[in-house]
């Protein structure tokens, strides 16, 4: 009897052993499949491309797989609420995303604002005659009497749609409406030839250092007042990825900050291979980058 016992006790730890070692390989698939992650980026949004470029980077360090996918705003939104997208580190907030908040807010969770000193803005050359959107209806010749936009989705177009144009009364002025590719292309091409150009904008965005541009002062606070810069993630993902969401809400990133990533990738180098620029930037600023899984 004694001999059976131990003969049926080598089975049942044999048993234990093989049990054990599948569950360590699903266990491991799983945790591969975990490292695995999408963000989407805004189109033309540099402080997005920016901060995404810089996480990814930041997450590979961590062991993690990061996907950047660019999207338009509508479907990039859709894209988060069905969970076909895990993160987004570019949403503004309370004025320009807020339409796009009202349909997918239920869907998509907020794990904090990374800056609060942002800021829709309407610019002109410096050496303009006009400092404030209050002037600019009588002053539309001045400007070919047109505003260049970008998106036509965007959050800051909506803005000039619905406040800024009626409320100033530029209804009058052609609103242009591409890209934002488009729009500082029509930017350089005005400063270099000295003439007078009405664009939309925003801070935080390298042209502001790169061209010698104004922002319009806005008495009637049509676009708002300084806005948060929220990551926002698809529902679950902070029960998915507890340790990444935890990260991105701590995360923190000053204009100065933002500026000097963004003069790098974008104003300093003419490509679109950012990771061996992000890569340099990292080692220049360990400390800041340490700070951020902290």
Known sequence: MKRNYFKVGAVLAA????????????????????KKLNIAVFNGWDEGIASSELWKAVLEEKGYEVELTNSDVAPLFEGLSSGDYDLTTDVWLPVTHASYLKDYGDEIEDLGAWNTESRLTVAVNEDAPIDSLDELAA???????????IEPGAGLT???????????????????????????????????NGENIVVTLWEPHWANAAFPVKNLEDPKGSLGDAEGIHTFSRTGFADDHAEVAKWMGDFKMDLETLYDLENLLFVENDTDDYQPLVKQWMEENREFVDGMTS
Do not use: H, Q, W
Request: aromatic share 4%; hydrophobic share 40%; with cysteine.
């Open 139 to 149: 002053n539309a010749d001045k400007f070919n009497n047109r505003i260049v936009g």
């Open 158 to 192: 909506e803005a000039m749609n619905e406040a800024a144009i009626p409320e100033y009364g530029l209804d009058d002025m052609e609103f242009l409406t591409s890209s934002t590719a488009a729009m500082l292309t029509e930017l350089e091409t005005a400063t270099n």
């Open 15 to 34: 048993s234990a052993l093989a049990l054990t070692a599948c569950g360590n390989d699903g266990g491991n698939e799983a945790a591969g499949e975990d």
